[in-house]
C-alpha cells in the first residue's frame, strides 16, 4: 500500500489538539463534515418535530431516532470491507450524492405535503442506510490525513466536529421549524452533502496498489476474525455497548421532556440539544489535559457519571434553565467517553483491517443507540418518560462502577500482521489477496544452509505464514505454515519447495534463501 504524505502539521514534534487542521487536506475534509453534521442534526430536529404532536410520541420520536441509527446495524460490517478493498475516495463520493438525492426527495415530499409518519421514518431509514455505508470509510481516511502521533487529536477533533454541529444545528432547525418549516430543513441537509462532495473531489489521495486488495469473502472473515482475537479490541466494543445502550434514552425522549415536562417550542428543543453540543465543545477543548491527568479509565468513568447527571435532571426537573445547565455537563461526558473510546480503538487497529474494526466498532455504538432508544420509548409509553430516564441514569451509574473489573485495555505501539492473536490455536487473519499463476517471478538467489545456487519464484507484497521460510530451488520439502502460526485456509503456492533452513522470517521481508 502506498505511504499516504502527510501535510501542514505532520512534522509537528509535540502536537497540540489542534495540530492536524494544519493540514490543508485534513481542515478542508473536516470543515465539509461539520457542514454535513449540522445539517443531519437539523433534518433530526425537523423530522422529531413533526411528529412531537401525535398521540403515540415517545414511540413516534423514538422510532425516527431508531430508524436513522439501526442501518449501521446491518450495514456497517459489510461497509467496512467495502471500505478496505475499494477506493475509499470514489466510494465516498458515490454515497455523498446518493445521500443529497434523498435528502432533497424528502424535502420535495414535505413541501407537497405528503410526508406521513411511515413515510417520513422509511426515507430517515434509507438515509441511515447511506449514513451507515458512509461512516467506516470515513473514519479509516482520517489517519491517511495526519501521522500516527495526531491520530487522538484527530480523533478528538472529530468527536468536537460531531458536537460543534450539535450545539449549531438544533437551534438554527428549531428557529427555521418555526418559521417557514421542515422542508427547508431537509432541503438545506441535501446541499450539505454536496458540500462533502466538492470536498472530496479536491482531495488527490495517493493511489494505492491494485494487488494489495482483498476479495470481498474473505476480506469480511479476515475482518471479523481479527476482531474477535484482539482482546483490546473486544474490550472496546463491551464498553461501548455498556455506554451507549442506556445513554440513548436521553436523546430518544428529549424532544417528549422538551414538549411534555418543560412546555417548550420546536426552538426551545433546539437549545436543550445545542446546551448538550456547548458542552461537547467545552470537552474537546480540555479532554487532553484531562486524559493526561486521570487517564482513560478513570477517564471513561467520569464521563460516564456526567451523562447519567443529565439523564436524571431530564427526569426530575421541571423548569428549562436548571436542565440546560445540567445537559452542558453530560455533553462533556459524552464528548470524553466518545473520544476515549474511538481513540483507543484507532490505536489498536493496523491499518489493513482499519475499516472492518471500525465498522464493527460503529455497529456495536450506533446499532447499540437504535435499538435502545426504540426499547426505551416503548417502556416510556408504558411506564412513563421520568421513571424511564431515572432506569436509564441507575444503568449508567452501573456502567461506571463496572470500569473497576473490566477496564480499558492500556496498549500503545503498532498492531500489524506479524502479531500473533492468542488462543489454543494461534490462528491469526492474514489478509485474503488474490492470486493468480501469472503473479510469480522468478529471481536468482542462493540457499544460506546449503550454499546451492538457484532462482526462487517470489509472491509479491504477500507475506510468508507465520515466517515460514521462502521457497528455495533444489530440495523436497514443500511449504507448510507453522503450527505456531496456524495461518487458516492458507495452502503453499503449487511448485516451488523450500530450503532446509527453519529460521522464521519477518513476513515484512522476503528471506533470501
Avoid at 28 to 43: C, E, I, K, R, Y
Avoid at 449 to 470: D, L, Q
Amino acid at each position: 500500500m502506498t505511504q499516504q504524505k502527510h501535510d501542514g502539521g505532520a512534522r509537528e514534534n509535540g502536537p497540540s489538539s489542534w495540530a492536524p487542521l494544519r493540514g490543508r487536506t485534513f481542515r478542508v475534509l473536516w470543515s465539509a463534515q461539520l457542514g454535513s453534521n449540522v445539517g443531519t442534526w437539523m433534518q433530526t430536529v425537523g423530522a422529531q418535530w413533526m411528529l412531537v404532536q401525535q398521540p403515540n410520541a415517545p414511540t413516534l420520536t423514538a422510532a425516527v431516532q431508531a430508524a436513522s441509527l439501526l442501518p449501521v446495524l446491518f450495514l456497517s460490517l459489510p461497509a467496512g470491507v467495502l471500505a478496505d478493498v475499494l477506493d475509499r475516495r470514489a466510494l465516498l463520493m458515490t454515497l455523498s450524492g446518493v445521500m443529497a438525492a434523498l435528502c432533497a426527495a424528502l424535502a420535495a415530499l414535505t413541501a407537497a405535503g405528503l410526508t406521513t409518519p411511515a413515510v417520513l421514518i422509511a426515507l430517515t431509514f434509507l438515509i441511515g442506510c447511506g449514513q451507515a455505508l458512509m461512516s467506516p470509510g470515513w473514519q479509516a481516511i482520517q489517519p491517511e490525513l495526519v501521522p500516527r502521533e495526531q491520530i487522538p487529536a484527530a480523533a478528538a477533533l472529530g468527536s468536537l466536529n460531531v458536537n460543534v454541529a450539535r450545539a449549531i444545528g438544533p437551534a438554527v432547525a428549531g428557529l427555521l421549524v418555526a418559521a417557514t418549516g421542515p422542508d427547508v430543513v431537509f432541503a438545506l441537509n441535501a446541499v450539505s452533502f454536496l458540500g462533502v462532495l466538492a470536498a472530496l473531489l479536491g482531495w488527490h489521495r495517493a493511489r494505492h496498489g491494485a494487488g494489495d486488495r482483498e476479495r470481498m469473502r474473505p476480506a469480511l472473515a479476515s475482518g471479523t476474525r481479527y476482531v474477535r482475537n484482539a482482546p483490546g479490541v473486544r474490550r472496546v466494543l463491551l464498553r461501548s455497548g455498556l455506554f451507549v445502550v442506556p445513554a440513548s434514552a436521553l436523546w430518544g425522549l428529549l424532544p417528549v421532556v422538551a414538549e411534555r415536562r418543560l412546555g417548550l417550542g420546536s426552538g426551545g428543543y433546539g437549545l436543550l440539544l445545542g446546551a448538550l453540543g456547548a458542552g461537547a465543545i467545552v470537552g474537546a477543548v480540555t479532554i487532553g489535559r484531562v486524559r493526561e491527568r486521570l487517564g482513560r479509565n478513570v477517564l471513561l468513568a467520569v464521563s460516564t457519571v456526567a451523562f447519567a447527571a443529565g439523564t436524571l435532571a431530564a427526569a426530575v426537573l421541571r423548569q428549562p434553565v436548571p436542565v440546560a445547565v445540567v445537559l452542558v455537563v453530560a455533553g462533556v461526558g459524552w464528548l470524553y467517553a466518545l473520544s476515549t473510546l474511538n481513540t483507543t480503538l484507532q490505536l489498536a487497529l493496523p491499518g489493513w483491517v482499519r475499516a472492518r474494526g471500525l465498522a464493527v466498532y460503529l455497529m456495536v455504538f450506533m446499532g447499540g443507540q437504535g435499538i435502545g432508544t426504540l426499547l426505551w420509548g416503548l417502556l416510556a409509553d408504558g411506564i412513563g418518560t421520568a421513571e424511564t430516564l431515572l432506569v436509564s441514569a441507575g444503568l449508567l451509574l452501573a456502567s461506571a462502577a463496572s470500569l473497576t473489573w473490566l477496564p480499558l485495555r492500556e496498549r500503545t505501539g503498532t498492531l500489524d500482521r506479524t502479531i500473533v492473536a492468542p488462543g489454543r490455536n494461534r490462528r491469526w487473519p492474514f489478509p485474503s489477496i488474490p492470486t493468480t499463476a501469472r503473479s510469480w517471478s522468478r529471481s536468482p538467489t542462493r540457499c544460506p544452509r546449503t550454499g546451492r545456487k538457484g532462482s526462487v519464484r517470489r509472491w509479491p507484497r504477500r507475506p510468508s505464514p507465520g515466517g515460514a521460510p521462502a521457497p528455495c530451488a533444489g530440495t523436497s520439502t514443500r511449504t507448510r505454515p507453522t503450527p505456531a502460526a496456524g495461518w487458516r485456509s492458507s495452502r503453499s503456492p503449487p511448485g516451488p519447495s523450500t530450503c532446509a533452513s527453519t529460521a522464521p522470517a519477518s513476513p515484512a521481508t522476503t528471506p533470501s534463501c
